[in-house]
């Protein structure tokens, strides 16, 4: 054994070259099977005791002294021998001596190439138990030894593994366990305080290779591991290696954690998932309980997931814990099936308190939850409930955004979650938190910023987005979970008795949150008991100050949205007021388009005006959209004179209610030759040499128009139902429908005609050059007789002293379209029904009684196709005494 231990004294030339030849590898196999021709190589050196003689060399090599480095120089060269003395064969050829560092670590290399080479066989391991060697090399591993003799240990890692891998024998199992080898190793890396992590962290991965490969025969090892309490030492490690600061120890954590990772698909059995109770209360649509695969990725271990479960719930710095939720994140994602098979851990539950107190992990926690429903196709009710109990209680508004976009996400993910997630009581804790964003809104110190502070002032900001994006998250959560068939009676009577409606209803008034808010109130609407909620939003508008002319608007639209999509809606419409609550409306804005402006409404934006009016005449129309309960209680009791009278009202239609004679003739330049094509533009279809006055005027025609003909928005240019040949609706008033169909739209034999957009209607003066012109607008149809009415009543209304022949090109324009519309056959009978041929005789009779005024002309062929269609003897007869006098 002297010729492997290199000696710090010279050693004769001849004794070193010996001492080499020794040991090297090759040369040795040789000379064994020059003496054993007989026998196998390792057998023969099994039978020597060979392994075990290496083993205890290698144990004692961690004891050698420290070698210093030789000086560079020349290299002296050893003595010549006397001439007459014969020289040996080992003299024949001098070589330069090598440096002793250099002889070590040539040992060093040579020795563990023979001992590994060994170790791929059984028999060499069983030897080794046989001799108790074998834990010689446990020992060896997991002790501390001087920083010059670290690749020794190394070296007996490296036989240790190569024995797990190959030799690892029922004998050898059987030795390991009797032996307590692994708590021998557990205990030193416990108890030494000369180790560093990083050489620990070294150390469990030369036992984890022995853990994994004796996992496939046995399950003795994982259990001594066990036993010893290894995994309390590993979760008590990953928490020191948390607290250092070097770089390497933060390598040696992702190591340590990665092993972790991977010793939880070591075991002989194979777990499979438990199966879900029975009667699980909420399952997604195809949802199937997976079963392992069998590629290795199945967990085994449970003990050593609960190392990384535990280590999360200790863990102080958010990169541990990021760390462990990636590992858990791998395990989940590697194999459908682990995620069932350690739902008994319930470990997203237990995670979710302490996900609160660290803000980085936050993100990676609710990727899991989500990775649970949109890729395991599972519903985590526990999870869940866990969230709740965080949103609850947590103080950290970025934690509580976070889980509220995951919700949001849920929630839109399947109609299910409606349920789910009112179960687990999440409804109820978003009703409390949309509970204090209203507190917070009417708390005036909440409003004030900090006075020459600006650090201050920007923490504040930042609060109050915060605050306010988990309020707009929230709302738009509510609204998801208030929509359905199925649920929304549910959740809508819970949201109102959790104080939820009054609230919602409380903060529309909060320009920042209106349009969240208001979105909440229309599923409120629809829900079969959205009554009040109706009656509430509409006392609301009717109650703000008269500037409010945007908080108006907004929640018109909102109820427009709402009217255009259920009949029901529109029926509640009318019995809580709402087309008195919308005229009141318009009557609360007299004298707002006056030229000047006056009253106050100086200040008010008449773009804003023009919306708010433009949102009421839409709502009107919607409201009464295939509901002749409607159209009829908004003709008998709103009335549509008492409609024209409001229009007026607003300032820029004189009081004038009959035409009279004029001496103006029509501008050349006829501003409102197209004034149904562009009503979007700033000055309608008038050019800027159009006073505001008519501009005002002309808007309002179009206005009344679209109500007439329900043609506020796409839907309703189509045919409506009256006319299809599968229904036969009521009139708007009260008569029965007309069973002809309208020309233009379906024919006898072939499809239907394209309808034509409002666009495509271009309005001239009355000239027979443009015969196409007329016939394009005749295919409009008439649904509220009642708004022709109006806009005949307003006819004789409009003036202007400045431009008195710009007034009277308006009054031809709006004559042509009511001429045009009288073209249908279907529309002279629905206009007949409402009297326009009486109301025409009272309003234009100077017009309609000299031939030379300028609005004659379409008027008289107006009351001619009038005529040919329902002209009673009485009207005759007025006409006749109007001229009389």
């Given at each position: 054994?002297?010729?492997?231990?290199?000696?710090?004294?010279?050693?004769?030339?001849?004794?070193?070259?010996?001492?080499?030849?020794?040991?090297?590898?090759?040369r040795?196999?040789?000379?064994?099977?020059?003496?054993?021709?007989?026998?196998?190589?390792?057998?023969?050196?099994?039978?020597m005791?060979?392994?075990?003689?290496?083993?205890?060399?290698?144990?004692?090599?961690?004891d050698l002294?420290?070698?210093?480095?030789?000086?560079?120089?020349?290299?002296?060269?050893?003595?010549?021998?006397?001439?007459?003395?014969?020289?040996?064969?080992?003299?024949?050829?001098?070589?330069?001596?090598?440096?002793?560092?250099?002889?070590?670590?040539?040992?060093?290399?040579?020795?563990?190439q023979?001992?590994?080479?060994?170790?791929?066989?059984?028999?060499?391991?069983?030897?080794?138990?046989?001799?108790?060697?074998?834990?010689?090399l446990?020992?060896?591993?997991?002790?501390?030894?001087?920083?010059?003799?670290?690749p020794?240990?190394?070296?007996?890692?490296?036989?240790?593994?190569t024995?797990?891998?190959?030799?690892?024998?029922?004998?050898?199992?059987?030795?390991?366990?009797?032996?307590?080898?692994?708590?021998?190793?557990?205990?030193?890396?416990?108890?030494?305080?000369?180790?560093?992590?990083?050489e620990i962290?070294?150390?469990?991965?030369?036992?984890?290779?022995?853990l994994?490969?004796?996992?496939?025969?046995?399950?003795?090892?994982?259990d001594?591991?066990?036993?010893?309490?290894?995994?309390?030492?590993?979760?008590?490690?990953m928490?020191?290696l948390?607290?250092?600061k070097?770089?390497?120890?933060?390598?040696?954590?992702?190591?340590l954690?990665?092993?972790?990772?991977?010793?939880?698909?070591?075991?002989?059995?194979?777990?499979?998932?438990?199966?879900?109770?029975?009667?699980?209360?909420?399952?997604?649509?195809?949802f199937?309980?997976p079963?392992?695969?069998?590629?290795?990725?199945?967990?085994?271990?449970?003990?050593?997931?609960?190392?990384?479960?535990n280590?999360?719930?200790?863990?102080?710095?958010?990169?541990?814990?990021?760390?462990?939720?990636?590992?858990i994140?791998?395990?989940?994602?590697?194999?459908?099936?682990?995620?069932?098979i350690?739902?008994?851990?319930?470990?997203?539950?237990?995670?979710?308190?302490?996900?609160?107190k660290?803000?980085?992990?936050?993100?990676?926690?609710?990727?899991?939850?989500e990775?649970?429903?949109?890729?395991?196709?599972?519903v985590?009710?526990?999870?869940?409930?866990?969230?709740?109990?965080?949103?609850?209680?947590?103080?950290?508004?970025?934690?509580?955004?976070?889980?509220?976009?995951?919700?949001?996400?849920?929630?839109?993910?399947d109609?299910?979650?409606?349920d789910v997630?009112r179960?687990?009581?999440?409804?109820?804790?978003?009703?409390?938190?949309?509970h204090?964003?209203?507190a917070?809104?009417?708390?005036?110190?909440?409003?004030?910023?900090?006075?020459?502070?600006?650090q201050?002032?920007?923490?504040?900001?930042?609060?109050?987005?915060?605050?306010?994006?988990?309020?707009?998250?929230?709302?738009?959560?509510?609204?998801?979970?208030?929509?359905?068939?199925?649920?929304?009676?549910?959740?809508?009577?819970?949201?109102?008795?959790?104080?939820?409606?009054?609230c919602?209803?409380?903060?529309v008034?909060?320009?920042?949150?209106?349009?969240h808010?208001?979105?909440?109130?229309?599923?409120?609407?629809?829900?079969?008991?959205?009554?009040?909620?109706?009656?509430t939003?509409?006392?609301?508008?009717?109650?703000?100050?008269?500037?409010?002319?945007?908080?108006k608007?907004?929640?018109l639209?909102?109820?427009?949205?709402?009217?255009?999509?259920?009949?029901?809606?529109?029926?509640?419409f009318?019995?809580?007021?709402?087309?008195?609550?919308?005229?009141s409306?318009l009557?609360?804005?007299?004298r707002?388009?006056?030229?000047?402006?006056?009253?106050?409404?100086?200040?008010?934006?008449?773009?804003?005006?023009?919306?708010?009016?433009?949102?009421?005449?839409?709502?009107?129309?919607?409201?009464?959209?295939?509901?002749?309960?409607?159209?009829?209680?908004f003709?008998?009791?709103?009335?549509?004179?008492k409609?024209?009278?409001?229009v007026?009202?607003?300032?820029?239609?004189?009081?004038?209610?009959?035409?009279?004679?004029?001496?103006?003739?029509?501008?050349?330049?006829q501003?409102?030759q197209?004034?149904?094509?562009?009503?979007?533009?700033?000055?309608?279809?008038?050019?800027?040499s159009?006073?505001?006055?008519?501009?005002?005027?002309?808007?309002?025609?179009?206005?009344?128009?679209?109500?007439?003909?329900?043609?506020?928005?796409?839907?309703?240019?189509?045919?409506?139902?009256?006319?299809?040949?599968?229904?036969?609706l009521?009139?708007?008033?009260?008569?029965?429908?007309?069973?002809?169909k309208?020309?233009?739209?379906?024919?006898?034999?072939?499809?239907?005609?394209?309808?034509?957009?409002?666009?495509?209607?271009?309005?001239?003066?009355?000239?027979?050059?443009?015969?196409?012109?007329?016939?394009?607008?005749?295919?409009?149809?008439?649904?509220?007789?009642?708004?022709?009415?109006?806009?005949?009543?307003?006819?004789?209304?409009?003036?202007?002293?400045?431009?008195?022949?710009?007034?009277?090109d308006?009054?031809?324009?709006?004559?042509?379209?009511l001429?045009?519309?009288?073209?249908?056959?279907?529309n002279?009978?629905?206009?007949?029904e409402?009297?326009?041929?009486?109301?025409?005789l009272?309003?234009?009779?100077?017009?309609?009684?000299?031939?030379?005024?300028?609005?004659?002309?379409?008027?008289?062929?107006?009351?001619?196709?009038?005529?040919?269609?329902?002209?009673?003897?009485?009207?005759?007869?007025?006409?006749?005494?109007?001229?009389?006098?």
């Amino acid at each position: 054994m002297e010729r492997f231990v290199p000696c710090q004294s010279p050693v004769p030339e001849s004794g070193s070259r010996a001492g080499h030849a020794a040991v090297n590898p090759s040369r040795t196999l040789k000379r064994t099977r020059e003496l054993y021709p007989g026998m196998k190589t390792v057998d023969c050196m099994t039978t020597m005791s060979v392994p075990s003689t290496l083993v205890k060399c290698l144990y004692l090599f961690f004891d050698l002294p420290h070698m210093a480095e030789a000086p560079v120089g020349p290299t002296p060269q050893p003595p010549q021998p006397p001439p007459n003395q014969e020289k040996t064969p080992g003299q024949a050829h001098t070589q330069p001596e090598l440096p002793l560092a250099d002889r070590r670590a040539l040992l060093q290399k040579v020795f563990v190439q023979i001992l590994v080479k060994l170790c791929t066989f059984v028999s060499p391991a069983e030897e080794l138990a046989q001799k108790d060697d074998l834990q010689l090399l446990f020992s060896a591993i997991t002790s501390w030894c001087p920083p010059h003799n670290l690749p020794w240990r190394r070296s007996a890692g490296e036989v240790l593994t190569t024995i797990s891998r190959h030799g690892l024998s029922v004998n050898v199992v059987k030795y390991i366990h009797e032996k307590e080898c692994l708590s021998t190793c557990v205990q030193n890396m416990q108890q030494s305080d000369d180790l560093s992590p990083l050489e620990i962290v070294e150390m469990f991965a030369g036992l984890s290779c022995f853990l994994k490969d004796s996992s496939n025969v046995s399950q003795t090892l994982l259990d001594d591991f066990r036993m010893c309490q290894g995994y309390t030492f590993l979760c008590d490690l990953m928490l020191r290696l948390e607290q250092a600061k070097e770089d390497e120890s933060k390598d040696a954590l992702k190591d340590l954690v990665n092993l972790v990772t991977c010793l939880c698909t070591y075991g002989v059995t194979e777990l499979k998932p438990a199966g879900l109770t029975t009667g699980a209360p909420f399952l997604l649509p195809g949802f199937v309980l997976p079963q392992p695969s069998g590629k290795g990725h199945t967990v085994r271990n449970i003990q050593a997931f609960s190392v990384l479960q535990n280590a999360f719930l200790r863990a102080r710095t958010s990169r541990l814990a990021c760390m462990l939720l990636d590992a858990i994140g791998n395990i989940y994602a590697a194999e459908p099936a682990n995620y069932f098979i350690l739902e008994s851990q319930h470990t997203l539950s237990q995670f979710a308190e302490r996900v609160a107190k660290l803000p980085e992990p936050q993100t990676k926690y609710f990727e899991l939850l989500e990775f649970v429903v949109f890729s395991l196709n599972y519903v985590p009710c526990k999870e869940l409930f866990s969230v709740c109990v965080l949103l609850k209680s947590s103080t950290s508004l970025s934690c509580s955004i976070t889980a509220a976009r995951t919700l949001l996400k849920l929630a839109r993910h399947d109609p299910v979650f409606s349920d789910v997630l009112r179960e687990v009581g999440l409804l109820e804790v978003m009703v409390n938190l949309l509970h204090k964003y209203a507190a917070l809104l009417k708390d005036p110190a909440s409003q004030q910023q900090p006075q020459n502070n600006d650090q201050a002032d920007c923490k504040n900001n930042l609060i109050a987005e915060e605050q306010k994006q988990l309020a707009w998250l929230v709302m738009e959560t509510l609204t998801v979970l208030l929509q359905g068939s199925n649920t929304t009676n549910t959740n809508a009577a819970l949201f109102r008795e959790f104080g939820g409606a009054r609230c919602v209803h409380n903060i529309v008034k909060y320009r920042q949150c209106r349009e969240h808010a208001l979105l909440i109130i229309q599923q409120l609407v629809l829900s079969p008991s959205g009554d009040d909620d109706m009656g509430t939003l509409l006392g609301l508008m009717h109650s703000a100050p008269s500037s409010e002319l945007q908080l108006k608007t907004d929640i018109l639209r909102a109820l427009l949205a709402v009217l255009r999509e259920s009949h029901r809606t529109r029926t509640v419409f009318r019995k809580v007021g709402g087309f008195v609550y919308i005229t009141s409306l318009l009557v609360a804005m007299e004298r707002s388009l006056c030229q000047p402006p006056r009253h106050g409404w100086e200040r008010v934006n008449q773009n804003q005006v023009f919306e708010l009016l433009h949102t009421v005449f839409c709502t009107l129309t919607a409201a009464m959209r295939y509901e002749p309960a409607n159209s009829h209680f908004f003709r008998t009791e709103i009335q549509y004179e008492k409609l024209a009278d409001a229009v007026r009202l607003l300032g820029c239609f004189s009081d004038t209610k009959k035409l009279g004679p004029t001496g103006v003739f029509p501008s050349n330049a006829q501003p409102f030759q197209r004034l149904l094509e562009d009503e979007a533009s700033s000055g309608g279809c008038a050019g800027d040499s159009v006073c505001p006055t008519l501009k005002h005027c002309s808007k309002l025609f179009i206005y009344l128009y679209k109500m007439a003909t329900d043609s506020f928005d796409s839907r309703a240019e189509q045919v409506p139902p009256c006319l299809t040949h599968e229904t036969s609706l009521p009139s708007p008033w009260g008569t029965p429908a007309l069973a002809r169909k309208r020309q233009g739209y379906y024919g006898t034999s072939g499809p239907p005609a394209p309808v034509k957009a409002l666009t495509d209607l271009k309005l001239h003066s009355v000239n027979p050059s443009h015969p196409a012109s007329f016939s394009s607008s005749s295919d409009m149809v008439v649904i509220h007789p009642g708004a022709v009415l109006a806009m005949l009543d307003l006819l004789p209304s409009v003036s202007s002293d400045s431009q008195p022949e710009h007034a009277l090109d308006l009054q031809l324009a709006v004559a042509n379209i009511l001429q045009l519309l009288v073209n249908s056959e279907r529309n002279q009978q629905v206009l007949c029904e409402a009297c326009l041929h009486q109301r025409l005789l009272q309003r234009c009779s100077q017009a309609l009684g000299d031939e030379d005024h300028p609005l004659h002309p379409p008027l008289q062929r107006m009351f001619e196709r009038l005529a040919s269609q329902a002209l009673q003897p009485i009207a005759l007869r007025y006409q006749h005494r109007v001229q009389v006098f």
